[in-house]
């Protein structure tokens, strides 16, 4: 099955469900970093959410940042999206190893540690919007969903799952995301929690061949649904660009770009997202330096 995310919503209005297939774009995203098992899950697991609330931005330039800022071996995450979940994003240390925890799944919320989880929205306007939460789990979804009830109060569940191979690929990866909206009902929410509560996993959920939009009316039977026809393929994209990495050394100021010509005469720039890197001469860097403040 490739990767897809499908969105709908109920007849009255106030159900809104995305379930996205991500298996390619974390695949994608593991063999960039090269990832063991459990960063694999847990960046996986943070790049599936951030695709689907992508789908949430309205402007091509917007978009929308997760990241976890937690004390375990990981170090921080995070995951980027656009407006057409084209995703990209990465765990600081991704060599990551721990024994399994007690129900034998990947150990992702002790490697997530505990801290803090940021959501941040660039929108165009000057300043960002975000929002701050602390890390519930470090499982990811549960964190995801706390961070919408306590900092957006919208009522929330979100599903998300990574099944790491024995050859350390990916096998199946995806997630979903029912929101609420404030017209809901006391009894809509009881139903939708249940629903959940429930329901298979995500990944044992792929593993039986259930495709997105089967999921999608699984866990919202009984409410009469609308499936929007748009379909949307999540990718894992990297933006980066030499003019963006010109403009990144620029910003680093005269008195350091000083100490690099002087100390190293280049500089070498890594992407975080895509591991490309950019060598800048010293020729460059001096009309760069010219340009800093
Ligand atoms: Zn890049």
């Given at each position: 099955?490739?990767?897809?995310?499908?969105?709908?919503?109920?007849?009255?209005?106030?159900?809104?469900?995305?379930?996205?297939?991500?298996?390619?774009?974390?695949?994608?995203?593991?063999?960039?970093?090269?990832?063991?098992?459990?960063?694999?899950?847990?960046?996986?697991?943070?790049?599936?959410?951030?695709?689907?609330?992508?789908?949430?931005?309205?402007?091509?330039?917007?978009?929308?940042?997760?990241?976890?800022?937690?004390?375990?071996?990981?170090?921080n995450i995070v995951a980027v999206s656009d407006s057409k979940s084209q995703v990209r994003g990465y765990a600081v240390n991704p060599f990551v190893d721990l024994p399994l925890n007690k129900n034998?799944?990947?150990?992702?919320?002790?490697?997530?540690?505990?801290?803090?989880?940021?959501?941040?929205?660039?929108?165009?306007?000057?300043?960002?919007?975000?929002?701050?939460?602390?890390?519930?789990?470090?499982?990811?979804?549960?964190?995801?969903?706390?961070?919408?009830?306590?900092?957006?109060?919208?009522?929330?569940?979100?599903?998300?799952?990574?099944?790491?191979?024995?050859?350390?690929?990916?096998?199946?990866?995806?997630?979903?995301?029912?929101?609420?909206?404030?017209?809901?009902?006391?009894?809509?929410?009881?139903?939708?929690?249940?629903?959940?509560?429930?329901?298979?996993?995500?990944?044992?959920?792929?593993?039986?061949?259930?495709?997105?939009?089967?999921?999608?009316?699984?866990?919202?039977?009984?409410?009469?649904?609308?499936?929007?026809?748009?379909?949307?393929?999540?990718?894992?994209?990297?933006?980066?660009?030499?003019?963006?990495?010109?403009?990144?050394?620029?910003?680093?100021?005269?008195?350091?770009?000083?100490?690099?010509?002087?100390?190293?005469?280049?500089?070498?720039?890594?992407?975080?997202?895509?591991?490309?890197?950019?060598?800048?001469?010293?020729?460059?860097?001096?009309?760069?330096?010219?340009?800093?403040?």
């Amino acid at each position: 099955m490739s990767d897809i995310l499908v969105r709908g919503g109920s007849m009255d209005g106030t159900i809104k469900i995305f379930v996205a297939v991500t298996k390619d774009l974390v695949e994608e995203a593991r063999k960039i970093h090269k990832s063991f098992p459990i960063a694999t899950a847990a960046l996986g697991r943070t790049l599936t959410v951030a695709a689907i609330m992508g789908q949430n931005l309205k402007n091509d330039a917007d978009s929308v940042t997760i990241q976890f800022r937690g004390d375990g071996p990981l170090g921080n995450i995070v995951a980027v999206s656009d407006s057409k979940s084209q995703v990209r994003g990465y765990a600081v240390n991704p060599f990551v190893d721990l024994p399994l925890n007690k129900n034998g799944k990947l150990a992702v919320g002790k490697a997530v540690g505990k801290g803090d989880l940021s959501v941040i929205y660039d929108l165009g306007m000057k300043e960002p919007y975000s929002g701050r939460v602390p890390i519930v789990t470090g499982e990811i979804a549960e964190d995801m969903t706390y961070y919408f009830a306590k900092s957006d109060q919208i009522p929330t569940a979100i599903g998300l799952g990574v099944l790491v191979d024995t050859d350390c690929s990916v096998k199946t990866a995806g997630g979903y995301m029912i929101q609420l909206m404030p017209e809901a009902t006391e009894k809509t929410a009881e139903i939708i929690e249940e629903k959940v509560r429930n329901a298979p996993s995500i990944t044992e959920m792929l593993e039986k061949g259930m495709t997105a939009e089967d999921i999608l009316f699984f866990l919202t039977d009984g409410f009469d649904m609308l499936v929007s026809n748009e379909t949307v393929t999540p990718v894992y994209k990297c933006k980066c660009s030499e003019r963006r990495m010109r403009n990144a050394v620029i910003s680093i100021g005269k008195e350091e770009l000083k100490r690099i010509i002087e100390e190293d005469g280049k500089c070498v720039v890594e992407c975080q997202f895509c591991n490309s890197s950019y060598t800048f001469q010293k020729d460059e860097l001096l009309k760069m330096y010219e340009l800093a403040r």
